[in-house]
């Protein structure tokens, strides 16, 4: 069984107080940043993974980095895991960008199992890659799911056999579960 945990990053500042500076380089809040650590102690809980992956901007990068430094591994950015920048589509229409992020990511999916076979991975993305990737899997492997939406710092853990997802297991924000 092959395990992809799909994180949401953390907490970043918001788009409208970094209006005017490059997206991919909004960082983490203070906030966030504690997530981040949360996020790898609950990870490391089960073992520590095999590889890191990310969306190549900073918010997701930053929200990797304490499990990077627990584990020794690499965060490896990857194109795949990143919000829409420019849809590379002439069709404009509102189901054109979630249907190319959830392609793009189950390319994604696709060259993990191959690599990971039987491992566990992380993998770091942002709030409209995971619906787009997680309703396509529920979609194509016949699953059932009551959410496909995360909210900053929770994660899916995506479980896959034979190249096909078995099971999509919901996994809140650590601190979700602290506090409630």
């Known amino acids: 069984m092959t ?5 949401r ?4 500042h918001s788009r409208d107080r970094w209006w005017g500076k490059p997206d991919r380089d909004r960082p983490l809040t203070a906030e966030g940043t504690d997530q981040s650590r949360w996020l790898a102690r609950d990870l490391l809980r089960s073992g520590p993974p095999v590889a890191l992956y990310s969306s ?5 990068l930053q929200t ?10 690499p965060v490896l950015p990857d194109d795949a895991l990143g919000e829409v920048t420019a849809l590379p589509l002439l069709d404009d ?3 054109s960008a979630p249907a190319w992020l959830g392609g793009r990511a189950l390319g994604f999916v ?3 199992l191959a ?11 942002h709030g409209d890659v995971v619906p787009a990737l997680v309703a ?12 496909v939406r995360l909210k900053k710092g929770a994660r899916f853990a995506l479980s896959f056999k034979d190249g096909r997802c078995v099971a999509v297991d919901h996994v809140p924000a650590p601190v979700e579960r602290t506090r409630g």
Do not use: M
Request: proline share 6%; with cysteine.
């Open 3 to 7: 395990v992809i945990e799909l994180v």
């Open 9 to 12: 990053h953390a907490k970043a």
């Open 56 to 60: 190549p901007f900073t918010r997701c």
């Open 64 to 73: 990797l980095e304490p499990l990077a430094a627990s584990t020794g591994l």
């Open 93 to 95: 229409d509102a189901w």
């Open 110 to 112: 696709d060259r993990v």
């Open 115 to 125: 690599e990971h076979p039987d491992d566990r991975v992380v993998a770091c993305t």
């Open 136 to 147: 396509l899997l529920v979609g194509r492997d016949g699953l059932a799911a009551d959410q």
